[in-house]
């Protein structure tokens, strides 16, 4: 190129990429006018127009750069763009027929061709073409989305779920929408083959993902899909629950509704939340009150539990958790560590208490405990408490991972 048309074409370039496409243009007529043979000059020009609407000064610089290189795919491709903005749907066709005759392996001439077929209601063509675009690019989301809506048009509701299915499990929140409008109804999926475990299981997982962030809102939504999805996953009942505890705008009694359903379907820890937070009246039909030892061994002559299997048996795996990052604080171990209960607690169990934060922390800081609670014996068996349970969750907790 010229070295003064290399000037212009570059100030051309800078102008584009600032949106200024009026001063791009005239800094592109002046690199033409010096150097009327350069291909590039004359596609960086017609794009130019083509973003001012002067599609017919756009086909022309086409037209031009055709004659300079008429193997060129790329400009069949731009060919088509122009004829689409002209809405010469037919000839737009053509430039893409020709563009993808000569570079078949470009998933973006298929993704154009597509459109313009589906606008030409050649639906079948479109789809074979969306389908293309998958096989070039698997991640595409737009491919899938797009899918959906033709094979709902040709009566393929099955696949259309599927595919909206897919372009949801790669993030896309139009397929998430349409396929909870199209393929759920009433709770269930209309196509039960679609409601495999990998969905739900994708749903929980962004769910737990949105809870440890604090985004709640998003978190119970995300559970409720996982529900949806799979009506019998009980884990996902379990966690919306958890996530309506902590959120300030939905209710204990909500959350206490999932877990019971959770425990209905055999989960364990769901029960027990239930013993934590709720009116808890248990049901001996229901399945994990029959796994649950606590309730097996309620009515036993085997002695009471130590304060180590109380903590344990009544917090779940994710309660200790909870406590091991946020403390007692976090209001989640309430049964126990609450000004009514922290005292009773320490009075149960004296001894196993005493013994155990004696083996964890030195007299120097247990004497500070007392003297921080300026000689408050309540005060002083309260956070004995506090640290005693957030100690005996670490230990719990790294047993329970070994032992996995």
Not at 23 to 43: H, K, M, R, T
Not at 44 to 62: M, P
Request: charged share 30%.
């Amino acid at each position: 190129m010229n070295e003064e048309a290399n000037t212009y074409y570059k100030l051309g370039l800078s102008k584009s990429e600032e949106g200024d496409y009026e001063g791009a243009l005239i800094s592109f007529n002046q690199a033409v006018e010096i150097d009327p043979e350069n291909l590039s000059l004359y596609l960086e020009r017609s794009d130019a127009k083509y973003f001012l609407d002067d599609f017919q000064g756009a086909l022309n610089d086409i037209t031009k750069a055709i004659e300079l290189d008429p193997k060129n795919a790329n400009i069949y491709h731009s060919l088509g763009l122009v004829k689409q903005g002209m809405s010469d749907l037919k000839g737009a066709l053509i430039a893409f027929n020709q563009a993808i005759e000569i570079h078949p392996e470009n998933h973006e001439y298929y993704s154009n061709r597509a459109s313009i077929r589906s606008k030409l209601n050649d639906k079948k063509g479109a789809v074979d073409d969306y389908e293309k675009v998958l096989e070039l690019c698997p991640g595409n989301i737009d491919a899938h989305l797009f899918l959906g809506f033709l094979k709902k048009d040709l009566g393929d509701m099955e696949s259309a779920c599927s595919n909206w299915k897919q372009g949801a499990d790669l993030g896309e929140r139009d397929c998430d929408e349409f396929f909870e409008d199209y393929c759920i109804q009433n709770g269930k999926l209309l196509f039960p083959d679609q409601a495999n475990q990998e969905c739900a299981e994708l749903y929980l997982q962004t769910g737990k993902t949105e809870y440890t962030y604090g985004d709640l809102s998003n978190a119970i939504k995300d559970f409720g899909k996982a529900i949806r999805v799979n009506p019998q996953y009980s884990e996902a009942y379990l966690q919306r629950g958890i996530a309506q505890l902590a959120d300030e705008y939905s209710s204990e009694t909500s959350a206490c509704q999932d877990w019971k359903k959770a425990a209905e379907l055999g989960n364990k820890d769901a029960v027990k939340l239930l013993k934590e937070h709720c009116d808890y009246k248990p049901d001996t039909n229901t399945a994990a009150e029959h796994l649950d030892p606590v309730y097996q061994d309620k009515n036993s002559k085997d002695p009471k539990l130590t304060a180590r299997e109380t903590i344990k048996e009544t917090y779940s795996l994710q309660v200790l958790e909870t406590i091991i990052e946020e403390g007692c604080f976090s209001g989640v171990a309430n049964k126990h560590a609450n000004d009514s209960q922290t005292v009773k607690f320490y009075d149960e169990y004296p001894d196993e208490i005493s013994e155990y934060i004696s083996d964890s922390l030195t007299s120097l800081e247990l004497t500070r405990t007392f003297e921080n609670n300026e000689g408050d014996l309540e005060g002083y068996k309260n956070d004995i408490v506090w640290t005693y349970i957030e100690l005996l969750a670490n230990e719990i907790v790294e047993e329970e991972k070994g032992n996995q």
